[in-house]
């Protein structure tokens, strides 16, 4: 085994153990998963841990071959689903290098929801520097072709061994890595949502806000009912008074008007801060459009849909980028926003995100780290 001191400093004095892989994925059946790789399905051969304890603080950082954990029966996450989680990606470069998006702001994230979680606070030099190890030594899986990504997983779980509900006192955080294409199955060129009427996914004062296993546990009963309604997605409406729009299982949600101004819902603690959103709103200012983060019923959607009024809608989030909703599906009847089809301000912000993510265009809020 080989210790080896990261390029950065850690700023916490933590190295790295490099363990030796007994057999890495030939190159040739690499490429053969890379062809294709759908979303969440290709994993790259290796995998980062990091473990905590109140008693040795955060301490034996590893990278190392990807494989199964060694878990007591009774630790913690597998009862009280102690756990978090973030998802970002890192990019091919249109020059044949590698870059993160925002890194620091899923550091950030991922320390708010452990705080949420009650969970230990991993520095967020830590958790920039894990993902800069795993990134380097499967450098190889980054898919080349259009569209592709290595999507970056990064989670928490408690592993203490007790049965007593309290914050546990040991944590096991990891990343791994998979190759991934587009999110939604053949790409879909415009999504269906199904909104909610009898599920919510966050209440005020509950996890909404934190990026938690459970709160997309609870999504699934409604995610499923919006597949068998022929759906894609599942809109969620907002717990107290089911009426306004909140966010999708696993995306954040924007609206375009026909006077060129775009809205989002406001982060009142309920839904997930996007990283995608965030950097929408501000690429919105960048272009010269009014951007505004404000509650917005169904009913008026469903209003403004049927006038013309709402011309375009999309969904956004690191595993399916920019995605255009054509439809929402509900039991009072189903509507179609604007054409049906992508819409031009859509296309036009996924195209200035991509191109940023990817150097093909300038990086004005310094947004990319590029890894080599
Ligand atoms: N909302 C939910 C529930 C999500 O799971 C995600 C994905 O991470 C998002 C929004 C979008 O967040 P981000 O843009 O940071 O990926
Ligand atoms: C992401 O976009 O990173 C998510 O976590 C969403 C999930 C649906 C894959």
């Not at 973030?86 to 990019?91: D, L, P, Q, T, V």
């Not at 592709?148 to 203490?160: D, H, K, Q, T, V």
């Not at 890595?177 to 939604?184: H, N, R």
């Not at 008007?257 to 309920?270: E, H, Y």
Request: proline residues 5%; contains cysteine; charged residues 20%.
């Amino acid at each position: 085994m080989l210790d080896i001191t990261t390029d950065g400093s850690t700023g916490t004095g933590l190295t790295f153990t490099q363990e030796p892989h007994p057999g890495l994925v030939d190159a040739n059946e690499r490429a053969r998963l890379l062809e294709n790789p759908g979303f969440g399905r290709v994993f790259t051969d290796h995998m980062v841990t990091i473990r905590y304890s109140e008693a040795e603080g955060w301490h034996d950082a590893r990278v190392q071959p990807r494989a199964p954990f060694q878990m007591d029966a009774s630790s913690a996450v597998l009862h009280y689903a102690q756990e978090i989680f973030e998802g970002m990606k890192a990019y091919r470069l249109a020059d044949g290098g590698t870059a993160l998006f925002r890194p620091q702001a899923n550091a950030a994230r991922f320390r708010s929801s452990a705080q949420r979680m009650a969970m230990a606070e991993l520095p967020e030099e830590l958790f920039l520097e894990s993902i800069r190890q795993l990134v380097k030594v499967d450098h190889d899986w980054i898919p080349t072709s259009d569209g592709g990504s290595l999507y970056l997983r990064p989670f928490m779980i408690a592993s203490e061994v007790f049965l007593g509900v309290k914050p546990s006192a040991e944590y096991l955080y990891a990343v791994i890595a998979s190759s991934v294409g587009a999110y939604f199955k053949g790409g879909a060129s415009a999504v269906t949502l199904w909104v909610s009427e009898d599920y919510t996914r966050a209440a005020p004062g509950g996890t909404g806000a934190a990026k938690c296993g459970g709160n997309y546990a609870t999504s699934l009963v409604a995610q499923k009912e919006a597949i068998l309604q022929g759906c894609d997605q599942v809109l969620f409406l907002d717990a107290a008074e089911r009426r306004w729009i909140e966010e999708l299982g696993g995306m954040n949600i924007f609206f375009v008007f026909d006077d060129g101004t775009i809205s989002t819902p406001p982060l009142t603690g309920t839904i997930l801060p996007g990283i995608t959103r965030d950097s929408i709103l501000k690429l919105a200012t960048d272009m010269g459009l009014t951007a505004r983060e404000e509650p917005y019923s169904i009913d008026q959607c469903r209003a403004d849909a049927e006038s013309g009024r709402l011309r375009e809608a999309f969904a956004c989030g690191t595993a399916a980028v920019v995605a255009p909703i054509a439809q929402m599906k509900m039991r009072g009847g189903d509507f179609t926003i604007g054409t049906g089809g992508p819409g031009q301000t859509t296309l036009r912000m996924l195209n200035a995100l991509t191109d940023i993510q990817r150097g093909k265009a300038p990086d004005p809020h310094g947004w990319v780290e590029r890894l080599d």
